[in-house]
């Protein structure tokens, strides 16, 4: 009897794989649990935006943002737990990628909606769950869900290139947003803010593909203005484009800088 008794100790507090598992795991990471939670609906809510089936398209673009601003504040409490009043907190704060997108949330959510706005909010969304999802999906067991698993192998595979895409995104976003001031659709203001928002970008230490975008469609028209076909006046418009924006780059400080 005492065997048998120790044996049942052991065996049955920790479930190794199925709901049980699963459901303690949840219950041991609720941030983390939280954090899946809004990224999906993030994702939900720009597909009902695209194609409305439940609600309203409007409303389900103003949520999307809603679930991003509730996801960077859940990753930015993550990150620094403890609040301090001091302008070297704020300073650290603004580091933080999960600011950034804090703030990008709340530069739109009071402008009218467009629909290139979502692009990078979904596919952090869609990058960022899927590696928590198959680990979801492993407590369950390793035969479970199979279609999923391979949903997810393809965005792990495709990684680099969604980042790439939500940088390209953020950058022909400002453009985007320049030509929206002719329709009433963004204002100085949001132009303003949002130029702040690529800076922090730009200077990201975590993140470096928006930089290293910039960088590649710096050679791609510096290339074109090179070309002998190129018109006189379209290179010199290009070279004084180019010194515009590098000079409104920001430093980029390094870690061994800090």
């Given at each position: 009897?005492?065997?048998?008794?120790?044996?049942?100790?052991?065996?049955?507090?920790?479930?190794?794989?199925?709901?049980?598992?699963?459901?303690?795991?949840?219950?041991?990471?609720?941030?983390?649990?939280?954090?899946?939670?809004?990224?999906?609906?993030?994702?939900?809510?720009?597909?009902?935006?695209?194609?409305?089936?439940?609600?309203?398209?409007?409303?389900?673009?103003?949520?999307?943002?809603?679930?991003?601003?509730?996801?960077?504040?859940?990753?930015?409490?993550?990150r620094l737990p403890q609040v301090q009043l001091s302008r070297e907190f704020l300073?650290?704060?603004?580091?933080?990628?999960?600011?950034?997108?804090?703030?990008?949330?709340?530069?739109?959510?009071?402008?009218?909606?467009?629909?290139?706005?979502?692009?990078?909010?979904?596919?952090?969304?869609?990058?960022?769950?899927s590696s928590y999802s198959l680990g979801l999906i492993e407590l369950l067991g390793p035969n479970a869900l199979a279609v999923v698993r391979m949903a997810i192998g393809i965005v792990e595979v495709q990684s680099v290139n969604l980042l790439r895409t939500i940088a390209f995104s953020e950058i022909f976003l400002f453009p985007l947003l320049m030509l929206s001031l002719f329709s009433g659709r963004a204002t100085l203001m949001t132009l303003f803010v949002y130029y702040r928002f690529l800076t922090l970008r730009y200077s990201s230490r975590r993140n470096p593909y928006t930089r290293n975008t910039f960088g590649e469609l710096r050679v791609l028209v510096e290339n074109y203005a090179q070309n002998p076909s190129c018109?006189?006046?379209?290179?010199?418009?290009?070279?004084?484009?180019?010194?515009?924006?590098?000079?409104?780059?920001?430093?980029?400080?390094?870690a061994e800088q800090q």
């Open positions: 009897m005492s065997e048998s008794e120790n044996v049942n100790q052991t065996e049955t507090p920790q479930p190794s794989n199925g709901l049980g598992a699963l459901t303690a795991h949840i219950g041991r990471n609720k941030i983390d649990f939280a954090l899946w939670c809004t990224r999906f609906a993030t994702i939900v809510f720009t597909f009902n935006y695209l194609i409305p089936i439940f609600g309203s398209g409007y409303n389900m673009y103003y949520k999307a943002l809603l679930a991003n601003a509730a996801t960077s504040a859940l990753r930015l409490h993550q300073g650290k704060v603004f580091i933080e990628d999960s600011a950034h997108y804090l703030l990008y949330s709340m530069i739109f959510f009071y402008a009218p909606p467009v629909t290139w706005v979502l692009l990078p909010v979904f596919f952090f969304a869609l990058l960022h769950i018109p006189a006046v379209i290179r010199n418009l290009v070279s004084k484009m180019v010194a515009l924006v590098s000079r409104l780059a920001p430093p980029v400080i390094t």
